[in-house]
């Protein structure tokens, strides 16, 4: 059976650390492939510098040529509104009926699954994949692993080391002036810098 991690967010922009936990996951889970999915307009947070999902795309496809597994799929920007994670992997199911889903995500989305649009059809179409960012929060996520797993969903927390780089630290990096190479890939950097994202 096909392995599939999906790797859903807002990715304003895409970074090292997203890369990193894919890349360790994808190892982990021996996954065939790791298909990254920018939001459309993100439903869990408030983004003031959000960039239009067309850009935020085309920087997820440039850092994926880091991989040969690694796609990107335009599915919740197509879709439009709010991009509810229950409805891409719904779509996703009717595209691979076959496959197995993964679903990748941070610590703080962990954490807050239960508020998520619709979470036991999550539960039912993919196990959810999550990493501490400090080996003191390990024991949070797994009770709270627990807790799902009594709720019917299928989790993994695995221990990968955490890279600390935040979308939010690339921003403020780049409307201050300052370098970003060691933040996300070369090809996302000229990007950035090209189109001049992020320095209002």
């Known amino acids: 059976m096909q392995k599939i991690a999906v790797f859903g967010g807002t990715f304003n922009p895409i970074h090292n650390g997203h890369l990193h936990i894919a890349e360790e996951f994808a190892k982990r889970l021996k996954a065939d492939k790791v298909i990254f999915i920018p939001a459309n307009i993100p439903p869990h947070k408030q983004a003031p510098d959000l960039v239009p999902a067309a850009k935020r795309l085309e920087m997820c496809r440039?850092?994926?040529?880091e991989n040969r597994i690694f796609q990107v799929s335009d599915i919740e920007i197509r879709r439009g509104g709010a991009s509810y994670t229950s409805e891409t992997l719904e779509?996703?199911?009717?595209i691979?009926?076959?496959?197995?889903?993964?679903?990748?995500?941070?610590?703080?989305?962990?954490?807050?699954?239960?508020?998520w649009h619709d979470p036991q059809a999550i539960f039912r179409l993919?196990?959810?994949?999550?990493?501490?960012r400090s080996s003191s929060k390990r024991s949070r996520l797994k009770s709270y692993a627990s807790h799902l797993a009594e709720e019917g969903a299928k989790t993994f927390i695995e221990d990968i080391s955490y890279?600390?780089?935040?979308?939010?630290?690339v921003r403020e990096a780049v409307k201050a002036g300052r370098?970003?190479?060691?933040?996300?890939?070369?090809?996302v950097e000229r990007y950035i810098l090209e189109n001049r994202l992020y320095m209002e």
Do not use: H, W
Not at 62 to 65: P, W
Not at 96 to 113: I, K, N, V, W
Not at 179 to 187: A, H
């Open 179 to 187: 370098n970003i190479s060691s933040l996300v890939p070369k090809k």
């Open 96 to 115: 691979y009926p076959d496959a197995e889903l993964f679903l990748l995500m941070g610590e703080d989305m962990f954490l807050t699954l239960e508020q």
């Open 163 to 169: 890279l600390p780089v935040s979308s939010t630290m």
């Open 62 to 65: 440039m850092a994926a040529q």
């Open 91 to 94: 779509q996703l199911k009717l």
């Open 126 to 132: 993919a196990a959810v994949c999550a990493a501490p």
